[in-house]
Antibody
């Protein structure tokens, strides 16, 4: 069925950078589109970014466009979220999520990695 | 952007009760809506696909309905293990959006 495990979260100062990773196992990673989602403390979930299986198409939420970059390594079954110019309101738990075929939403999620942006 | 208005935000139920959670979309999204369950500290679990299809392995006391703009998640015969946060997701178009979530407490 598969597993996703996020890593790379932590404490970072405003304006700083951080790269999150998501390790996929138990399924054919190269055939799936992937997403990043976050949840700020006390808030609902927010979709951030999508990347197609072949790394062709990418989409971003307006709140992170130009600051975050999604990428993947299909050989190593990893995908990434590079975050730049971090702000206090980027503080959240960040989740990776597998997309079902035909952009049908997410069928597998990781447990999340926390990011705290604070001076 | 499609917004999803989910209600109620909090519900308390007794084992054996039925709970209904609503998700209303700001525009027509066909049946491009999924439901998820999340317990604290755990990964979200996929429970309903395309508004009404029960995901394999999910107990049949969970059901979904709706099309277009109005959707519901119904949990019959509530069990103690159903205590969790429930949320809807629309995948009709980017940006994907979520409902604000519903916390289900079991008395």
């Amino acid at each position: 069925e598969g597993q996703l495990v996020e890593s790379g979260g932590g404490l970072v100062k405003p304006g700083g950078s951080l790269t999150l990773s998501c390790a996929a196992s138990g399924f054919s990673f190269r055939t799936y589109d992937m997403n990043w989602v976050r949840q700020a403390p006390g808030k609902g979930l927010e979709w951030l970014s999508y990347i197609r299986s072949s790394s062709g198409a990418k989409h971003y939420a307006d709140s992170v466009k130009g600051r975050f970059t999604i990428s993947r390594d299909n050989v190593k079954s990893l995908f990434f979220l590079e975050m730049y110019g971090l702000r206090d309101d980027d503080t959240a738990v960040y989740y990776c999520a597998r997309e079902m075929a035909g952009t049908s939403g997410f069928d597998l999620w990781g447990r999340g990695t926390p990011v705290l942006v604070s001076s | 952007e499609t917004t999803l208005a989910q209600s109620p935000r909090f519900v308390s139920a007794t084992p054996g009760d039925t709970v209904i959670i609503s998700c209303k979309a700001s525009q027509h999204i066909d049946d491009d809506l999924n439901w998820y369950q999340q317990r604290p500290g755990e990964a979200p679990i996929f429970i309903i696909q395309e508004a009404k299809a029960l995901v394999r392995g999910i107990p049949p006391r969970f059901s979904g309905s709706g099309y277009g703009t109005d959707f519901t998640l119904t949990i019959n015969d509530i069990q103690s293990e159903d205590a969790a946060y429930y949320f809807c997701l629309q995948h009709d178009d980017f940006p994907y959006t979520f409902g604000q979530g519903t916390k289900l407490e079991i008395k």
